[in-house]
């Protein structure tokens, strides 16, 4: 019987490594091959390897949000980031849950961007921060999406989670470079 190729990629070897590192830290004696195919795929910012290997069937591919960065032939499409940008206020908060999934997902990167790095926060601090920067009172949506998207990982109790670093997206990168120059001006 073959075996189905699995591919691993990941925009950031150092921050892989990390986490990897991280993860093998905390676990007592040498895990199993499942746990450590778990512990791979969390590394590269999936939940786990069931994930990661939903995300290698073409049927599956498009409802999971992409774990590399974009090509660098990737363009901007400028009417996506002025409908995304319509979402948001003066401050980056979020007014309106957009109705399309793409600008959804470009809006939680925006979010997500407002997340500190390399930081464990407990659900209360991350309910915090999501009431903090949304206007339209669902920062259980907010929190659920950005887990379910692989932008941050959370222990199985959800007690603790933590931003998952990788790179943005060229349109959501777009929307934070126009947000910062207009905040020096």
């Not at 830290?25 to 499942?34: D, I, N, V």
């Not at 995300?55 to 599956?60: H, L, M, S």
């Not at 209360?124 to 920067?133: G, P, S, T, Y």
Request: aromatic letters at 6%; a positive charge.
């Amino acid at each position: 019987m073959s075996r189905k190729l699995i591919p691993l990629q990941v925009s950031d070897a150092s921050a892989f490594a990390k986490s990897l590192r991280l993860q093998l830290s905390g676990h007592e004696g040498f895990p199993s091959h499942l746990q450590f195919l778990n512990m791979l795929a969390r590394a590269a910012g999936y939940g786990n390897f069931q994930s990661l290997r939903t995300k290698t069937d073409p049927a599956e591919s498009e409802r999971h949000l992409p774990a590399s960065a974009p090509a660098a032939d990737a363009e901007i499409d400028r009417k996506h980031i002025d409908r995304v940008q319509r979402s948001f206020d003066e401050e980056l908060r979020l007014m309106r849950w957009p109705s399309r999934r793409m600008d959804q997902i470009t809006a939680l990167w925006l979010l997500w961007s407002q997340i500190p790095s390399a930081r464990e926060m407990s659900e209360q601090e991350v309910n915090a921060l999501l009431r903090d920067r949304h206007l339209f009172g669902d920062h259980a949506l907010l929190r659920r999406e950005l887990c379910e998207l692989g932008l941050m990982r959370r222990t199985r109790d959800g007690s603790v989670y933590r931003r998952v670093d990788r790179s943005m997206p060229i349109n959501a990168a777009t929307i934070l470079r126009q947000h910062s120059s207009r905040q020096a001006h």
